[in-house]
Nanobody, 118 residues
């Protein structure tokens, strides 16, 4: 089993920055891909970014150039640095873990709220 705990959300003005953290515990050796998803009010959860254990990153088009995903293996933590935030980035952000081998199981955190507003 893997437990994921997000932190770092909050209220920020448009153009501001936040860094989200996702701390993993449990059978963390099994995690291959870690990712960030978000769900805005009234909308479906969507992928934001992913990073493999080898450091390969993927970003959805709307956050490219503004968000950076990273992971620290020693600390068992993944990060999402968010710059130039926009009101449309307002959502609950969830951390996700995909094991290797991929059994179809997905690990999720409980989410952290990011609100971008003046």
């Amino acid at each position: 089993q893997v437990q994921l705990v997000e932190s770092g959300g909050g209220l920020v003005q448009p153009g501001g920055s936040l860094r989200l953290s996702c701390a993993a515990s449990g059978s963390i050796f099994s995690i291959n891909v870690m990712g960030w998803y978000r769900q805005a009010p009234g909308k479906q959860r969507e992928l934001v970014a992913t990073i493999t254990s080898g450091g390969s990153a993927y970003y959805v088009g709307s956050v490219k150039g503004r968000f950076t995903i990273s992971r620290d293996g020693a600390k068992n933590t993944a990060y999402l640095q968010m710059n130039n935030l926009k009101p449309e980035d307002t959502a609950v952000y969830y951390c996700n873990g995909v094991p290797l081998p991929d059994s179809g199981v997905r690990y999720w955190g409980r989410g952290t709220l990011v609100t971008v507003s003046s």
